[in-house]
């Protein structure tokens, strides 16, 4: 079992930047690829990023590329998300999430329903 607990999130001018953190209960975190999501209202949750369960391999949507960069601290049991140069359409709530399974393959991103565990989110706003 995973519990994962988001932080981080506020009001932020555009341009601004912002980091949130995911803080994981549990022993095995480093077990786990970790994925943040977002989802705006009106809006189904879209993928933002992940970092496989090794920190070796990272992938980030198009509309954040270059942008945010996630990271995780195992001795920790963290992952983060800096998000920089936000815009107005980043605004949604944040979740972070674990797979269901430890250990999963390096060679491309989880799927939406292949994280098994979430946060409860924390709400990102950016004004213009």
């Known amino acids: 079992q995973v519990q994962l607990v988001e932080s981080g999130g506020g009001l932020v001018q555009a341009g601004g930047s912002l980091r949130l953190s995911c803080a994981a209960s549990g022993r095995t975190f480093s077990r786990y690829t970790m994925g943040w999501f977002r989802q705006a209202p009106g809006k189904e949750r879209e993928f933002v990023a992940a970092?496989?369960?090794?920190?070796?391999?990272?992938y980030y949507a198009d509309s954040v590329k270059g942008r945010f960069t996630i990271s995780r601290d195992n001795a920790k049991n963290t992952v983060y998300l800096q998000m920089n140069s936000l815009k107005p359409e980043d605004t949604a709530v944040y979740y972070c999430?674990?797979?269901?399974?430890?250990?999963?393959?390096?060679?491309?991103?989880?799927?939406?329903?292949?994280?098994?565990?979430w946060g409860q989110g924390t709400q990102v706003t950016v004004y213009s």
């Open positions: 999430a674990a797979t269901r399974t430890p250990y999963y393959n390096d060679y491309h991103a989880p799927m939406l329903d292949e994280y098994g565990y």
């Open positions: 970092i496989s369960w090794s920190g070796s391999s990272r």
